[in-house]
T-cell receptor, first 118, second 114 residues
Framework: GAGVSQSPRYKVAKRGQDVALRCDPI?????LFWYQQALGQGPEFLTY????????KSGLPSDRFFAERPEGSVSTLKIQRTQQEDSAVYLC????????????????FGPGTRLLVL | AQSVTQLGSHVSVSEGALVLLRCNYS??????LFWYVQYPNQGLQLLLK??????LVKGINGFEAEFKKSETSFHLTKPSAHMSDAAEYFC????????????FGQGTRLTINP
């Protein structure tokens, strides 16, 4: 594909609802990252996958957040029982880099999913 | 732990004037450094990056940045601003190796006055 795609682009949820956000990385990219960007802030790391393995989930704010990448390509970020503080733009990025690699490949970002929890 | 500080949440310059966006980082080991630009309702686009080698890095759209280890800075400059440069700019740091997750500053909104 031409780039990283994310869907939906916009999501409005009622407090307490579950949501699922999808990321389609660039074909063949090994690494996939999720970031959360609150209004007026810089993106903050949530979690990282190398192929299908979730190697770092230290940024997930609570156990209501869950991410998966079962076949090492498409990834889904799920938020259960959404709260108003979950309102943010969720960005996905992919790259060639392997964990522990000696070179850094550019992370390519998708357009994001803007989540509004009412 | 790494951190990034961008001085000035808003910067306004006239078209044709010098653009200077400031970024200071904190890291216990030499980091990789990045500048990303974000246009409204779009994802982040890499402007330039410093990994190793030459400390003056040239990027897209006429931007450049200089890594100054002694000052722990990575300021972004462009000699002559263009209206199309109006956007949000983020400085980010990552450590060599590991998952190479990015740690971002809070961003600087650049406005260009005609």
């Amino acid at each position: 594909g031409a780039g990283v795609s994310q869907s939906p682009r916009y999501k409005v949820a009622k407090r307490g609802q579950d949501v699922a956000l999808r990321c389609d990385p660039i074909s063949g990219h090994v690494s996939l990252f999720w970031y959360q960007q609150a209004l007026g802030q810089g993106p903050e790391f949530l979690t990282y996958f190398q192929n299908e393995a979730q190697l770092d989930k230290s940024g997930l704010p609570s156990d209501r957040f869950f991410a998966e990448r079962p076949e090492g390509s498409v990834s889904t970020l799920k938020i259960q029982r959404t709260q108003q503080e979950d309102s943010a733009v969720y960005l996905c990025a992919s790259s060639w880099i392997l964990a522990g690699g000696r070179s850094f490949e550019t992370q390519y970002f998708g357009p994001g999913t803007r989540l509004l929890v009412l | 732990a790494q951190s990034v500080t961008q001085l000035g949440s808003h910067v306004s310059v006239s078209e044709g004037a010098l653009v200077l966006l400031r970024c200071n980082y904190s890291s216990s080991v030499p980091p990789y450094l990045f500048w990303y630009v974000q246009y409204p309702n779009q994802g982040l686009q890499l402007l330039l990056k410093y990994t190793t080698g030459a400390t003056l890095v040239k990027g897209i759209n006429g931007f450049e940045a200089e890594f100054k280890k002694s000052e722990t800075s990575f300021h972004l400059t462009k000699p002559s601003a263009h209206m199309s440069d109006a956007a949000e700019y983020f400085c980010a740091v990552s450590l060599f190796g590991g998952a190479q997750k990015l740690v971002f500053g809070q961003g600087t909104r650049l406005t260009i006055n005609p």
